[in-house]
Every structure is written in structure tokens, then in C-alpha cells.
């Protein structure tokens, strides 16, 4: 973040134009060099400056990433990935370069044995964390820029077998497990939107449901499987179907 300089607005605005001139052709460390270096040649009275520890600037994205509306989970991954860098990387964030991030990728992949797609996740994170305070003015340069995505290899996921679905289905205890498996397998629904789904998100006429998932989402599922609709659609043979806005238990 720019120290401010008192009584001198248009002074710290060409400041500003300066390093966003040159930040094109200088490193990160470069240009807090060139910051300081300007700073103390033109600034009469420098503000003190308010050190901000790796911790607060960590609550500080996960406050506002909470404030955009991430899931609890969301906020809480965020949390563990970051804290384990900070834990790792011993150093105050402002001088974090890509050469240490880069070491710490390649050294997270090795200790924890885990594919390409594991530490592709764990960049975008830390990626998202460096980009807020970039953002925000905290720090002049994200050194996660130059750490491009990490190619994977994309394979195809075998399907479940008709087979498969009748062995699951016959292991079921109950009626209502029989339907949630006939749920899952006929909609594609997720199964933390089919674990918090009500009674009153169902329409058993239509045969459809809507439900709150993924990133506070809502969709429509429609049932085009005949063994579900035998499975819901008959509160005779169903003890766990009841009146009002009760879960499916």
C-alpha cells in the first residue's frame, strides 16, 4: 500500500502513475525499491507506516470473501490452504515472490504425494488470496501471475452400470433409501442438495423439485426415471412422506 503523503494529494497521485507506468518492466521487488526510493526523495512528512501481521491480512480475505457470499466450507478450505502456506513460506506477505511460491508447489506436491490437480487447486486458491490484496492495494504485484494454470490430464469417468444401480438398490433398507438412490441416479441431483432436501420442495405431480446447492444456487430437477415415480409418489407406501416443510427422514 502507498504511504500517504500529507498535505500533498497530487504528489502521491503521480507517484501512483509512475509505478503503474513501470511495473510492466520491473519485478516486484524492483518496485518496491523504486516505491521507497520516491517516497523518501519527495515526501516531507512521511505518515508512519502500520504494519499489518500475515494473520490479519488472512482475515481480512476471509471476511470479505464472506461477505460475497461464500459457503462456510468455501471459507473454511480457503482458511486451511492459505494458513498452511503462511505456516511454510515464513515470510511477511509484501515480500513473497513467485520464486518462493513456485518452491512451495513443487514442495507441497512432493511431501504430499498428490497429482496435478490437487496442486492446480491449491494454486487457484492462493492465486484468489494474492489477487485480493493486489486488488486492495496491499501489495503492488500478485506473485501468482506468472504461475499459470497446470495442465492436466482429462479422463473419462466410467459410468455406473445398470447392474451396479439394481445392487444398490436391493441393499436398500427401506423405501425412502430406494428412492434417494432412484434420485440420485435419475436426476444427477448432488448429494448435498438431496441431503437438505424438504418435503416442500417437491412437486410430485409435475414429478420435479428445486433445490439450494452449489454456490446458494437454486435448480430444477425434473424425474424422468418410472422407478422413482413409483418410489414418491404414493404416501401410503411411504411413512417418511408427511405434511409441510419436513426433511426426508
Same mark, same amino acid.
Given at each position: 500500500?502507498? *504511504?500517504?503523503?500529507?498535505?500533498?494529494?497530487?504528489?502521491?497521485? %503521480?507517484?501512483?502513475?509512475?509505478?503503474?507506468? @513501470?511495473?510492466?518492466?520491473?519485478?516486484?521487488?524492483? @518496485?518496491? %525499491?523504486?516505491?521507497?526510493?520516491?517516497?523518501?526523495?519527495?515526501?516531507?512528512?512521511?505518515?508512519?507506516?502500520?504494519?499489518? #501481521?500475515?494473520?490479519?491480512?488472512?482475515?481480512?480475505?476471509?471476511?470479505?470473501?464472506?461477505?460475497?457470499?461464500?459457503?462456510?466450507?468455501?471459507?473454511?478450505?480457503?482458511?486451511?490452504?492459505?494458513?498452511?502456506?503462511?505456516?511454510?513460506?515464513?515470510?511477511?506477505?509484501?515480500?513473497?515472490?513467485?520464486?518462493?511460491?513456485?518452491?512451495?508447489?513443487?514442495?507441497?506436491?512432493?511431501?504430499?504425494?498428490?497429482?496435478?490437480?490437487? *496442486?492446480?487447486?491449491?494454486?487457484?486458491?492462493?492465486?484468489?488470496?494474492? #489477487?485480493?490484496?493486489?486488488?486492495?492495494?496491499?501489495?503492488?504485484?500478485?506473485? @501468482?501471475?506468472?504461475?499459470?494454470?497446470?495442465?492436466?490430464?482429462?479422463?473419462?469417468?466410467?459410468?455406473?452400470?445398470?447392474?451396479?444401480?439394481?445392487?444398490?438398490?436391493?441393499?436398500?433398507?427401506?423405501?425412502?433409501?430406494?428412492?434417494?438412490?432412484?434420485?440420485?441416479? #435419475?436426476?444427477?441431483?448432488?448429494?448435498?442438495?438431496?441431503?437438505?432436501?424438504?418435503?416442500?420442495?417437491?412437486?410430485?405431480?409435475?414429478?420435479?423439485?428445486?433445490?439450494?446447492?452449489?454456490?446458494?444456487?437454486?435448480?430444477?430437477?425434473?424425474?424422468?426415471?418410472?422407478?422413482?415415480?413409483?418410489?414418491?409418489?404414493?404416501?401410503?407406501?411411504?411413512?417418511?412422506?408427511?405434511?409441510?416443510?419436513?426433511?426426508?427422514?
Amino acid at each position: 500500500m502507498l *504511504v500517504s503523503l500529507k498535505g500533498d494529494i497530487n504528489m502521491e497521485e %503521480k507517484i501512483v502513475l509512475v509505478l503503474n507506468e @513501470m511495473s510492466e518492466y520491473l519485478t516486484v521487488e524492483q @518496485m518496491k %525499491k523504486l516505491q521507497e526510493v520516491i517516497v523518501k526523495t519527495f515526501a516531507e512528512n512521511e505518515a508512519p507506516k502500520t504494519e499489518i #501481521s500475515n494473520d490479519e491480512f488472512l482475515k481480512m480475505f476471509l471476511d470479505a470473501k464472506r461477505i460475497e457470499g461464500c459457503s462456510d466450507r468455501t471459507i473454511k478450505y480457503y482458511r486451511v490452504k492459505i494458513e498452511h502456506l503462511l505456516k511454510n513460506v515464513v515470510s511477511p506477505i509484501r515480500k513473497i515472490t513467485t520464486e518462493m511460491m513456485r518452491a512451495y508447489l513443487v514442495d507441497y506436491q512432493k511431501i504430499n504425494n498428490c497429482g496435478k490437480t490437487t *496442486v492446480d487447486n491449491i494454486r487457484r486458491n492462493i492465486s484468489s488470496f494474492f #489477487s485480493w490484496l493486489e486488488e486492495e492495494d496491499y501489495i503492488l504485484k500478485s506473485p @501468482m501471475r506468472r504461475i499459470h494454470k497446470i495442465k492436466t490430464q482429462k479422463t473419462v469417468k466410467n459410468i455406473i452400470s445398470d447392474e451396479e444401480i439394481e445392487k444398490l438398490r436391493d441393499n436398500c433398507k427401506n423405501i425412502r433409501d430406494t428412492a434417494m438412490i432412484d434420485l440420485l441416479y #435419475s436426476t444427477g441431483i448432488r448429494v448435498g442438495e438431496l441431503v437438505k432436501l424438504n418435503i416442500e420442495d417437491i412437486d410430485f405431480s409435475e414429478r420435479e423439485c428445486v433445490v439450494f446447492g452449489k454456490g446458494d444456487k437454486e435448480r430444477r430437477y425434473v424425474e424422468p426415471h418410472s422407478k422413482c415415480k413409483r418410489q414418491t409418489n404414493s404416501p401410503v407406501r411411504h411413512p417418511w412422506r408427511v405434511q409441510g416443510n419436513q426433511p426426508l427422514d
